[in-house]
């Protein structure tokens, strides 16, 4: 009996979802616009290459004859300049340090070099001075423009110390065999060690450089596999804090809490049964957004049923789905009717999507704000999902984190369940 | 075993106190209308007596037993006085969902529905129809229908024909007493005293929280019916004037339109007196007549007021 009591009111809940237009659009229209917004907009096929900069040059150095190193040969290798096989600059030449500046305050150029007069001749014999404009078109590019530039000029100086150390050597032998004060064993011996210092000073520190994890990042199926993610969490916030606010107010408002309570159903059964039909309804939406994704914009999920750690994915999405329902509960204690819920439900539903690192990652956010993450359990549980779906992290790695989410579960379900019996029930039965 | 025992029931909304000791009893299958005006407690009775709210004094049982216990609901039928249909589903698909609440199953409900509908006028067309698209009447007619799914043997009704047209309301009339014929126990509130007085077995009248009077309707006229009522019937619509003229002669009276009924002492000396004032004041009567009381005519003894 209860069990068909449950199920009559998933069967409305669903009918009444899937006959409302507005409904509709929150739950999958919205989220899907997102989804495709990052996949053809933010992200578009052929976006995530390594980064290439456009640098604008002035160069006034117009001494170069008979020299080592001329500017000429540096606008050259800047040119020339690869990271994994695509060029790292596109360099410009500019006339004169007005049109480059305007270019650079307008955005469109990420760099500007200044090469000033005897440029070539300072950089063969001595040291040689050169200034760098920083440009930036977004928050973030200035700090990357700064990266690569000041990256490339460290590597340049390194080479061009190297092929100085080079010839100091070649000369100094050359000297050496000239005075007739060459001893073929000693003098051997100092010299392969003044070459060797003297490459030290050229290049004192040689890193090796390697790739790790940021290629699950970079990867542009990963990435929209991390906001596919990201829209059902937001797509959950939203709809389940505000069903979770307003439900039992939406039945009060609509005349059928009062028919209901006269039927045989108790009202914690009434309680269990608008949870359980909410939950599947943001469940079809959560498979509906995923099936999107997968197939829609090609972004990288995975569910392989060999793999234990995969199993975990739906009940994760359940837990998900509960605590935004579970949340919305303990909002209907600050609203008084089902508009206050409503609106309640889906203002917080929607700043926590966009601050606590449920759509937006939780890095781009101010310091004091990324707490709102750190301590969010439907951020946490985001997470884990993308940790098993999107990067295929292992169950061990996942044990910290899924023994958070369960603690967060159970101190949702006992806040519920105090409401319930201190205000929820008192309300159902306040007619 | 009484089929409802009501006994000294007490509410309170806040501070104010909605019933007060409310006792009724009911032995036998039949139709009781629960009379009385808007805001007299009827609804909080009723939703009391249905168990969804709980009395803060006095207790109810129905057939022994809380009506919050859920076997106890399995044999109530109840339909309020707002229908609580969804507006966006269908008339089946709302009873398929307050059908399943007492575990019947579907293809029960569908048949039930499609029976009852067409009794009611209501075809397998318009059940099919989105329930938003219904008229209020319509509205009604499927909350009365869905009240019945579950084949209650006692049916607690609120208001069941307020905004029906009076064709409608006689057919809803002949279903309720379609279902007295099958033993039923229907519980009926109403603020029509023609509803009342024509379906009810027994009345018990209800005001300002307090049942004042329950009896038999014709024991109920004759015990505090008055004596006389005159009708009045003018040519044009009553005014305060001819209140005023009335008034000297009676103080419970009340007005419809054209019409006025006045409860009268000794209408031989009085009535020819009334009606010749009302000339002299260029008021024509139309027609007068002596006529039976009413219920309203019994409430309006008992209180002082009209029954609207």
């Given at each position: 009996m209860k069990a068909r009591q449950i199920y009559s009111f998933i069967v409305r809940d669903l009918k009444i979802v899937f006959s409302d237009k507005v409904a509709l659009f929150w739950l999958i229209a919205?989220?899907?616009?997102?989804?495709?917004?990052?996949?053809y907009v933010f992200i578009p096929p052929g976006s995530v290459t390594p980064v290439s900069l456009d640098v604008g040059v002035v160069n006034h150095d117009t001494n170069t004859t008979g020299l080592n190193f001329t500017s000429k040969d540096f606008i050259e290798i800047l040119s020339n300049t690869t990271y994994k096989g695509g060029k790292l600059f596109d360099v410009k030449e500019y006339d004169n340090e007005t049109l480059l500046v305007d270019d650079l305050k307008h955005g469109r150029l990420d760099l500007g070099i200044i090469i000033p007069a005897n440029f070539s001749i300072n950089l063969t014999f001595g040291t040689a001075n050169i200034t760098v404009l920083i440009g930036a078109r977004d928050i973030h590019s200035a700090s990357i423009n700064y990266a690569v530039i000041n990256a490339f000029l460290n590597e340049f100086s390194r080479r061009i110390g190297v092929v100085k150390a080079e010839i100091t050597m070649m000369y100094l032998e050359k000297s050496m065999n000239y005075t007739g004060q060459y001893n073929q064993t000693l003098s051997s011996e100092l010299i392969d060690y003044v070459r060797r210092y003297m490459y030290g000073i050229a290049m004192p520190l040689n890193a090796t450089y390697k790739e790790v994890k940021p290629e699950a990042y970079a990867n542009r199926a990963n990435i929209l596999g991390w906001y596919t993610i990201g829209a059902i969490g937001m797509m959950l916030l939203y709809s389940g804090f505000s069903q979770g606010a307003a439900a039992m107010y939406r039945e009060k408002a609509a005349g059928t809490l009062r028919r209901i309570l006269a039927s045989?159903?108790?009202?914690?059964?009434?309680?269990?049964?608008?949870?359980?039909?909410?939950?599947?309804?943001?469940?079809?939406?959560?498979?509906?957004?995923?099936?999107?994704?997968?197939?829609?914009?090609?972004?990288?999920i995975l569910f392989n049923p060999l793999n234990p750690a995969h199993w975990l994915t739906p009940i994760l999405l359940l837990v998900a789905a509960y605590m935004s329902l579970g949340i919305g509960i303990i909002l209907s204690l600050f609203a008084k009717s089902e508009h206050g819920a409503d609106s309640l439900g889906v203002a917080l539903g929607l700043f926590l999507a966009f601050t606590a690192g449920i759509w937006f990652p939780r890095s781009w956010m101010p310091q004091w704000m990324q707490l709102l993450a750190e301590y969010f359990p439907v951020t946490w549980t985001l997470d884990t999902l993308r940790n098993i779906m999107v990067y295929s992290i292992g169950l061990t790695e996942l044990i910290p984190d899924l023994l958070k989410i369960a603690i967060a579960l159970i101190v949702i379900i006992i806040l519920d369940i105090i409401i319930y019996r201190a205000r929820l029930k008192k309300y159902i039965t306040m007619y | 075993m009484a089929i409802l025992l009501v006994k000294d029931v007490v509410k309170y909304f806040d501070s104010r106190r909605v019933l007060d000791s409310v006792s009724w009893r009911i032995e036998n299958p039949g139709i009781y209308s629960l009379l009385g005006p808007n805001g007299a407690g009827k609804t909080t009775l009723l939703s009391i007596i249905t168990g969804i709210i709980e009395p803060d004094g006095g207790r109810v049982l129905i057939k022994d037993s809380?009506?919050?216990?859920?076997?106890?609901?399995?044999?109530?039928?109840?339909?309020?006085?707002?229908?609580?249909?969804?507006?966006?589903?269908?008339?089946?698909?709302?009873?398929?969902?307050?059908?399943?609440?007492?575990?019947?199953?579907?293809?029960?409900?569908?048949?039930?529905?499609?029976?009852?509908?067409?009794?009611?006028?209501?075809?397998?067309?318009?059940?099919?129809?989105?329930?938003?698209?219904?008229?209020?009447?319509?509205?009604?007619?499927?909350?009365?229908?869905?009240?019945?799914?579950?084949?209650?043997?006692?049916?607690?009704?609120?208001?069941?024909?307020?905004?029906?047209?009076?064709?409608?309301?006689?057919?809803?009339?002949?279903?309720?007493?379609?279902?007295?014929?099958?033993?039923?126990?229907?519980?009926?509130?109403?603020?029509?005293?023609?509803?009342?007085?024509?379906?009810?077995?027994?009345?018990?009248?209800?005001?300002?929280?307090?049942?004042?009077?329950?009896?038999?309707?014709?024991?109920?006229?004759e015990k505090y019916g008055?004596?006389?009522?005159?009708?009045?019937?003018?040519?044009?619509?009553?005014?305060?004037?001819?209140?005023?003229?009335?008034?000297?002669?009676?103080?419970?009276?009340?007005?419809?339109?054209?019409?006025?009924?006045?409860?009268?002492?000794?209408?031989?000396?009085?009535?020819?007196?009334?009606?010749?004032?009302?000339?002299?004041?260029?008021?024509?009567?139309?027609?007068?007549?002596?006529?039976?009381?009413?219920?309203?005519?019994?409430?309006?003894?008992?209180?002082?007021?009209?029954?609207?």
């Open positions: 919205w989220p899907l616009i997102w989804i495709f917004m990052v996949a045989p159903v108790t009202p914690s059964i009434l309680v269990v049964s608008i949870i359980l039909s909410n939950i599947v309804i943001l469940l079809i939406s959560s498979i509906i957004l995923l099936i999107t994704g997968i197939y829609g914009v090609g972004a990288h | 809380k009506p919050s216990n859920p076997s106890t609901r399995m044999i109530i039928g109840y339909c309020p006085q707002e229908p609580g249909l969804i507006g966006n589903l269908s008339g089946y698909d709302n009873a398929l969902f307050y059908g399943r609440l007492y575990g019947l199953r579907s293809r029960d409900i569908i048949d039930r529905v499609s029976k009852m509908g067409e009794k009611l006028g209501l075809s397998r067309n318009d059940l099919r129809m989105k329930v938003g698209k219904y008229s209020g009447g319509m509205k009604k007619k499927l909350a009365l229908i869905i009240s019945l799914l579950h084949d209650p043997e006692i049916l607690i009704l609120d208001e069941p024909t307020t905004g029906m047209d009076p064709g409608v309301r006689r057919e809803v009339w002949q279903l309720l007493l379609d279902l007295k014929k099958m033993s039923k126990t229907i519980i009926l509130a109403t603020h029509y005293m023609e509803e009342a007085d024509q379906l009810s077995d027994r009345v018990a009248i209800i005001d300002r929280g307090k049942i004042i009077v329950e009896d038999k309707p014709s024991v109920l006229k008055p004596k006389t009522v005159l009708q009045l019937r003018f040519e044009n619509t009553i005014n305060n004037e001819v209140i005023g003229v009335v008034k000297k002669y009676s103080d419970k009276y009340y007005v419809n339109e054209r019409i006025v009924k006045i409860h009268i002492g000794e209408p031989e000396k009085y009535v020819p007196e009334l009606i010749g004032e009302l000339y002299s004041h260029g008021y024509r009567v139309v027609e007068f007549k002596l006529v039976k009381p009413t219920l309203e005519d019994v409430f309006l003894k008992l209180t002082g007021r009209r029954l609207e």
